[in-house]
């Protein structure tokens, strides 16, 4: 779909806009041709600046778990509006805000809120390096925790699809600060503590990685992070921005890992939409933060009442409605069918699933790490994406990022989306 109107938005963009975009995955560099423009959005749909409607699987990165344009969500930001939407003073929604997520998520004494989860990890880890007095942090290769100089190291997300691991401007010292380990790889992880341990203040990982495209922890992962991490004094940084009340309504270590990290950092779901993100966890830690401790942390905007507001109606609703099984359902049918579907026609397709998340891999062997997923056919990507789009999917513009499901997508979705997906395969040779 290469619609003139794109075409002529994007060559204006790309000259008062870096790119033309303002992230870089929507560029599409990773799978070519013109970005889409997006007007508006209702339910599980967008609507396109030339007015195609689309089915849409990216929603916001997972930030629109409601899905577009939600009346409770909508409601409560128009409502909110009226009264004013900043003060620079504390207001009593943000005080219920963070009373709702300590009390929601285990693990979480005290929670302070940001504008982005690059702010929530960026503050995560100066807080881990402040309380250990240590300087080195351990990530994972391919997993993204937002664009702050330690963690632009060997990430994920549109830094892969750039084909860099690394940024320029990320200073020698930085890249010497972060130690990077494979996904899923323990062993790895305990060998860089023997070698460095009184050093790691931290480990930070997306409990279920999802900026490498969807890649679930082996068995044992996580809680045997936990344990090197105590044993060396470390803190264990679980970065939940995709994975907190995406999987259920609480964060994934909780639910599903068994474990309580030290801190969290949650994003997209819980802003509903707004620029909202959280950093929290024992209190302890938390105390160390500015004012009661050393470790400095401010925001003209943090706690902005809109964006507690859009937060608050947001769990509100998931709360209620507890769509998460629905979700799963979906999002299981879904990957089963492209696999399945894929297999028929020759391609080699493996969809990974969690609980409503999606990948595609174009691959016939399980992804379970950054070098799986970069053995993967990104032409063949690249054909799929637009060949759906071309039958009103869109789904994300990179091999290297996760699909979502919605509260708002039902059952015909998935068939819409298999049907379009089974004609595609039709066009590809296998
Ligand atoms: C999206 C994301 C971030 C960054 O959040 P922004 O709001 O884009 O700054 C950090 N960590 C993870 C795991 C993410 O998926």
């Not at 509006?81 to 207001?91: D, E, H, P, S, V």
């Not at 279920?208 to 068995?219: E, F, I, K, S």
Request: hydrophobic letters at 45%.
């Amino acid at each position: 779909m290469t619609g003139a109107i794109h075409a002529d938005l994007f060559r204006r963009a790309r000259k008062a806009i870096p790119g033309g975009v303002n992230s870089p995955v929507r560029a599409f560099n990773g799978v070519g041709g013109t970005p889409v423009f997006v007007e508006s959005g209702k339910g599980a749909r967008i609507r396109t600046a030339d007015g195609r409607l689309l089915a849409d699987y990216c929603c916001s990165w997972g930030a629109m778990i409601l899905g577009h344009a939600h009346s409770a969500v909508s409601r409560a930001v128009a409502a909110r509006a009226k009264l004013g939407t900043t003060f620079g003073i504390a207001t009593p929604d943000e005080v219920k805000f963070a009373e709702r997520l300590c009390a929601l998520v285990p693990g979480l004494d005290r929670v302070r809120a940001v504008n982005s989860g690059t702010e929530a990890v960026m503050t995560a880890i100066r807080l881990a390096r402040g309380v250990t007095g240590r300087s080195m942090v351990l990530k994972f290769d391919g997993c993204y925790h937002g664009h702050s100089d330690a963690m632009l190291v060997k990430s994920g997300s549109g830094v892969l699809t750039m084909g860099a691991s690394s940024s320029a401007g990320v200073t020698p010292g930085a890249v010497a600060d972060t130690l990077v380990a494979p996904y899923n790889d323990l062993e790895a992880v305990a060998a860089a503590f023997r070698r460095h341990g009184k050093s790691i203040s931290a480990v930070i990982v997306e409990p279920v990685a999802g900026n490498m495209g969807l890649v679930p922890p082996a068995r044992g992962f996580l809680k045997g992070l936990r344990a090197l991490t105590a044993r060396h004094g470390a803190l264990l940084i679980c970065d939940e921005v995709i994975n907190g009340f995406r999987f259920g309504f609480s964060s994934y270590s909780a639910l599903y890992g068994g474990v309580t990290p030290d801190l969290i950092t949650l994003g997209k779901v819980i802003g509903g939409g707004l620029p909202l993100a959280a950093i929290g966890g024992k209190a302890k830690w938390m105390r160390q933060l500015a004012p009661d401790g050393p470790v400095y942390q401010a925001g003209t905007l943090s706690g902005n009442p809109l964006a507690v507001a859009a937060g608050l109606a947001t769990l509100d609703v998931l709360e209620r409605e507890q769509p998460y099984a629905r979700m799963a359902d979906l999002g299981s049918a879904l990957a089963v069918g492209v696999s399945t579907i894929a297999a028929e026609h020759g391609l080699p397709i493996t969809c990974q699933s969690f609980n409503g998340v999606f990948t595609p891999f174009c691959t016939d062997r399980p992804v379970t790490n950054l070098a799986d997923a970069k053995s993967c056919d990104t032409a063949l990507y690249a054909k799929v994406f637009h060949g759906l789009l071309d039958r009103g999917i869109y789904i994300a513009p990179s091999q290297f990022e996760c699909n979502f499901v919605s509260a708002a997508h039902a059952e015909r979705d998935v068939d819409a989306f298999l049907s379009a997906f089974e004609a595609v395969c039709r066009t590809l040779p296998a």
